[in-house]
């Protein structure tokens, strides 16, 4: 290789290179606030794109501003929440399951949708990557609990779907009987 060939392909790695780093530089950053500080519309707003979209929402009409954070501490009971970058069930997501397979049991033609979700940290990909770890753990809770594997679907939103400015609220795994 000759030395012009060598400060050719040093010229065009070195421009790669750059492409690449203002390309991850650049990616949009979303403004997170905190969901203390959203207004009652702004909440209800949000409720009502997902009821529209069939997902589990909170309370609808808090009494006061001040109320907001109770809204957030009474979402379904078909929802459990993960720690930032895990997908190991804790002990109220274990007591939520319980109870979901008492209903499961009850219901033995049912169907069971798990749709494991992330925050918007991390990449798009790990983050589907992810939320599927979150939905699979969920269903093999289940099926340890006696619930026939072929009644349980799951599926990542990744980030796709967060429900929340708060990042704990949108680490979660949602589900639907049908």
């Not at 707003?45 to 929402?57: A, S, W, Y």
């Not at 594997?149 to 939103?157: D, F, G, L």
Request: net charge negative; glycine share 6%.
């Amino acid at each position: 290789m000759t030395m012009k060939n060598k400060w050719i392909f040093l010229t065009v790695g070195c421009f790669i290179m750059a492409l690449l780093f203002f390309a991850r530089c650049s990616k949009k950053k979303t403004k997170v606030e905190v969901f203390d500080n959203m207004t009652i519309e702004e909440v209800i707003d949000h409720n009502e794109l997902r009821k529209m979209e069939g997902m589990p929402v909170p309370l609808e009409s808090p009494e006061k501003e001040n109320d907001i954070k109770s809204i957030v501490e009474q979402w379904t009971p078909n929802t459990i929440y993960f720690d930032f970058d895990k997908w190991v069930l804790n002990g109220s997501s274990l007591e939520d399951l319980g109870n979901l397979c008492e209903e499961m049991h009850k219901k033995s033609e049912s169907k069971l949708f798990v749709a494991g979700h992330c925050d918007e940290r991390g990449s798009y990909e790990y983050n589907l990557a992810l939320g599927q770890h979150r939905a699979e753990s969920a269903k093999r809770y289940l099926i340890h609990c006696g619930i026939d594997e072929s009644r349980i679907e799951t599926i990542s939103y990744g980030e796709e779907q967060t429900i929340s400015p708060r990042h704990d609220m949108n680490r979660r795994d949602e589900f639907k009987i049908k």
